[in-house]
């Protein structure tokens, strides 16, 4: 059954209308809207977000685990099979990569990895290579040279 834009409409029971709590005795949802009487709860002032009754909180009885290295590198990936649309003895430069749109964020460098085959002779400059791309480029004739 084919579908289209024009023809979707949403399920049965997933809208429903905004509920005004306190509206009055007659809706059945006035005076203490539906907080019961009297109590923490009750009053709009404060909140019980994590607080377990005196009891130590879920999110305080769990251990922490994980660890974020702050001197992470995160680098541009470029696969080798991209290079292809580079004519024969080009100079491959970060900016180049940026100016054709093959990267769009640098982030801490780019990073040449080693994807598909290259079959064009390059000079190749990145901040990092894969051993494999590396390999590929100077298999070819080219030359790949690191940047800081």
């Known amino acids: 059954m084919a579908k289209n834009l024009h023809s979707l409409v949403a399920m049965p ?20 809207a539906g907080r019961g009487q009297k109590g923490q709860g009750a009053h709009s ?26 001197n992470r590198r995160s680098f541009a990936p470029v696969n080798l099979e991209d290079l292809n649309r580079f004519e024969d ?6 900016a180049l990569l940026m100016e054709t749109g093959m990267v769009k964020d640098a982030r801490d460098g780019i990073k040449i990895l080693g994807r598909g085959t290259l079959e064009r002779k390059l000079k190749v400059s990145a901040h990092a ?20």
Do not use: C
Not at 13 to 32: A, V
Not at 45 to 70: A, S
Not at 89 to 94: A, I
């Open 89 to 94: 003895g080009t100079e491959v430069t970060p």
């Open 45 to 70: 002032h404060t909140k019980k977000r994590g607080f377990e009754g005196g009891q130590m909180p879920l999110i305080r009885r769990i251990p922490k685990f994980g660890f974020k290295n702050v």
């Open 13 to 32: 029971g997933s809208k429903t209308e905004h509920f005004r709590k306190g509206q009055g005795r007659g809706t059945g949802n006035g005076k203490t």
């Open 129 to 148: 290579f894969s051993s494999s791309a590396k390999a590929s480029i100077e298999g070819k004739g080219g030359t790949a040279e690191v940047i800081q």
